[in-house]
Every structure is written in structure tokens, then in C-alpha cells.
């Protein structure tokens, strides 16, 4: 492979980067937090959505999204719900928690109640318990956006005197500012999605399809110790190159493409995101230089604008206006970025219209990109934790280089 320019320079080879103390220490390993430090950082996470709760009136509150379950609970088993109580906080569940790497660690000091009846709904089981004598909870905060019509009605028919009230995205906009045990698990998801890329670098492309190499960087992140693809992989060759979450096709890669890769991996939950963008085979033409430099321009524009306290449409613009200064405004993605965590696709979000400001310790992507229809683009996406700059500023996860490399 040949790198053609350097728009940044890095110590990291194209193909696997160097180890990182910091990423390599995983929580597994000595220093690392004890199941008992974890079960006080779900148990401080509970508390302090019942405090928001309480201060809104509201007894309790039934979490029913996946992701958020997680983020309270340490563990999502198929199909739970977690009751947060006046009290107590109890995780319903139909079957018993298998303690599978992609489901996470449950907190050990949580009680757990499993359903015995077939076809049993743990969130109707939990709104039972809300009503009984035991709680008295008369209000119940449940999750509008993520319940179903039929099941909001029977939480409401099995309850018929609690006041069900939304509880909006107040779990979302907890997680969006990560702690460091979490940062840790997207520093590994990084590293690995990293591994995986770069040694497909070292592999031959030309005739492979674009299925093909998907297939092949997902069975990477696995072997590299992934829980498995943080979203379905992204390949496009040729006029498909530089669409964004292009699904891979059957398109061989030829010499003279653009090859545009997008792949995470999902660390503990933890989920991170890379993209780069190649040439294949020989020298680049001029157009794809100016295009390749033009992205690149843009995405540095939108990694240097991630400071604590910069507004979310103010690094969307910070890249999205170097590409519209250069006549690429039309069929732009309606965002820039977004932040990464339990979810790929989680808040905040950095695209024109989006409101609020960017807090420290909050990890986003940055993936501008140019498609041209019937020849093919560019796109280059970081993960990134923003930092201030007393610690050195936007904390860069995903090091795979990004020179325009002729493989």
C-alpha cells in the first residue's frame, strides 16, 4: 500500500496501531473497577434518576428501553424491565439472566424478579407490583417513546389508579456524559475496530466484493475479542464509495476505485465507530486527491471544534460549511456527527437545527462526507471523546491513519 498525501501525519502504520497502555488495561484487568465498585455506580445512577423523578411528582418510574435498562441494571436479559422505587428497584425479567457477554454484568445487589407464567409482560408485572399495598406508589413515570400503544394500555388496565405520566428521555440524557469505566470500554472498541481494519489493509481487495470484505472485518472484530459489529458494516467500491451506511453489495472492487469502509466494533455494550476512505490499486486521479483533501479539511474543521461548551450546531457547521464552500452543500448527510455509547446512535446529535452544548467527557463521531453520484466520494469518521483543552483537547479513539493510501 502507498500512502499518495498527508494530510495528517501519525506514528500508527496503516495496518494494526500501536498498543495503548491506557486502552489495554481492561476492566478485567488488575486496577480495574470489582463487580462490588460497579454495583455503587448503578445503584448512584438509580438514585439520582429518583431524585428526578421525585422532584417531578412522580413515584417511580418503569424503564423498558434496552439500552437504558442496561445503563441502570449493568445488564439487559431478553425482554426485562426495571421498576425504580420509592425503596427499592427491582429488574423483571422472563427468563433468568445467562450472563452472556453481549447482555453484561447484572448488579449483584439488584433484586431480581423472574416471571413464571408463559407469555407473562415483566413491564405489566412491574406497573402490578407499582399499585400493590407493599409500594403505594400512585404515579408511575414509563418511557412514552419507547412503549407500544397496546402495551401502554394494558399497563393502565392492570393499574387502573395509577397516574401514568412520561418520563421522557431522562435516562438518555443521563448517559450521554460518560465516566471513565465507560470511555475505557470505548477505547477497547476503538482498538479492536482499529485491529480489524488495519489488517485488511494488509490483505488483496481487488476482486473481492463488497459483502465479501463486510463479512470479513465483522469475523475480525469477533477474533480481535468484540462482542460483535457495533451496526451492520458499510463497504462501498466504485460510484457506491463515500455513501453513507452504504449497504454492501455484490460490486467487485476493481483497480482505480474509491473504497469507503465503515465498521465498530461493541465492547461490554460499549459501541464505537471508524471510517476511512482508500484508493485501489494505483496512483489516485486528481479528482480523488481534491475530493479525498476536501473531506479531510472538513473533518479536522469538525475534530477541532469539539470543545466543552461548544454548541452542537457549531460543529456541525465548522464541517459541514468547509464542504458547502466548495459547491458539495446539496446531498449532504443531515448531520455531521453524533454521540456514541451503549447505542452507535445516541445524543447528542451535531447537525444544523440541533439545540444544547457540548459537556466534557462526552464521546461523539465525526464523519463528514461527499458522494458523487455515478463516480463515487469520500467519507471519513472519527470517535472522539471531547476533552478541554488543559488535557490536551478532543481525545482521538480511533487512530487508524487517515493518509490517502493506495493499496
Excluded at 406508589?137 to 417513546?145: I, K, N, W, Y
Excluded at 451506511?245 to 455484490?250: I, L
Excluded at 447537525?351 to 466534557?360: E, I, N, W
Aim: negative net charge; glycine residues 10%.
Amino acid at each position: 500500500m502507498t500512502p499518495v498525501r498527508t494530510p495528517v501525519r501519525t506514528p500508527v502504520r496503516p495496518g494494526r496501531p500501536a498498543p495503548r497502555p491506557d486502552a489495554l488495561a481492561r476492566p478485567d484487568a488488575p486496577g480495574a473497577r470489582t463487580l462490588e465498585d460497579m454495583s455503587d455506580v448503578y445503584a448512584a445512577r438509580r438514585a439520582l434518576l429518583r431524585d428526578r423523578c421525585a422532584a417531578a411528582g412522580t413515584s417511580a418510574a418503569l424503564i423498558t428501553r434496552p439500552a437504558n435498562v442496561r445503563y441502570l441494571a449493568g445488564a439487559f436479559p431478553e425482554g426485562a424491565v426495571l421498576l425504580i422505587g420509592p425503596a427499592e428497584d427491582v429488574l423483571f425479567c422472563a427468563t433468568s439472566p445467562s450472563g452472556e457477554a453481549d447482555e453484561g454484568r447484572l448488579d449483584e445487589h439488584l433484586r431480581l424478579s423472574l416471571l413464571s407464567g408463559p407469555g407473562s409482560d415483566p413491564a405489566v408485572a412491574a406497573a402490578d407490583l407499582a399499585r400493590s399495598a407493599d409500594v403505594r406508589v400512585d404515579s408511575l413515570a414509563v418511557e412514552e417513546h419507547h412503549l407500544t400503544v397496546a402495551r401502554h394500555r394494558a399497563l393502565g388496565s392492570v393499574a387502573p389508579r395509577l397516574r401514568l405520566t412520561d418520563l421522557g428521555n431522562a435516562v438518555e440524557q443521563q448517559r450521554v456524559i460518560k465516566d471513565e469505566e465507560e470511555i475505557a470500554c470505548l477505547r477497547i472498541a476503538a482498538e479492536i475496530a482499529d485491529q480489524a481494519l488495519g489488517e485488511l489493509l494488509e490483505s488483496i481487495l481487488v476482486g473481492r466484493t463488497e459483502r465479501h470484505l463486510a463479512l470479513e472485518l465483522e469475523r475480525r472484530l469477533v477474533d480481535h475479542g468484540a462482542d460483535g459489529p457495533a451496526f451492520p458494516t458499510s463497504v462501498g467500491a466504485g460510484p457506491h464509495s463515500g455513501r453513507a451506511r452504504h449497504r454492501p453489495s455484490d460490486r467487485r472492487v476493481e483497480e482505480g476505485d474509491f473504497l469507503s469502509v465503515c465498521l465498530g466494533a461493541n465492547y461490554r455494550g460499549y459501541r464505537c465507530e471508524i471510517g476511512r476512505t482508500f484508493v485501489i490499486g494505483t496512483t489516485p486521479a486528481d479528482w480523488q486527491i481534491e475530493l479525498y483533501d476536501l473531506v479531510f479539511a472538513a473533518q479536522r474543521a469538525g475534530r477541532e471544534a469539539l470543545v466543552p461548551g461548544a454548541a452542537y450546531r457549531d460543529v456541525d457547521h465548522a464541517a459541514r460549511s468547509v464542504l458547502d464552500s466548495a459547491g458539495h452543500g446539496e446531498g449532504l448527510a443531515p448531520w455531521t456527527g453524533h454521540g456514541v455509547g451503549l447505542e452507535i446512535d445516541e445524543d447528542p446529535q451535531l447537525a444544523p437545527t440541533a439545540m444544547g452544548k457540548l459537556d466534557a467527557c462526552v464521546p461523539v463521531t465525526v464523519e463528514p462526507g461527499v458522494h458523487l453520484p455515478g463516480r463515487g466520494g469520500v467519507r471519513i469518521d472519527d470517535t472522539l471523546v471531547v476533552r478541554p483543552e488543559a488535557d490536551g483537547g478532543p481525545e482521538l479513539l480511533t487512530i487508524t491513519t487517515k493518509e490517502l493510501l493506495a493499496l
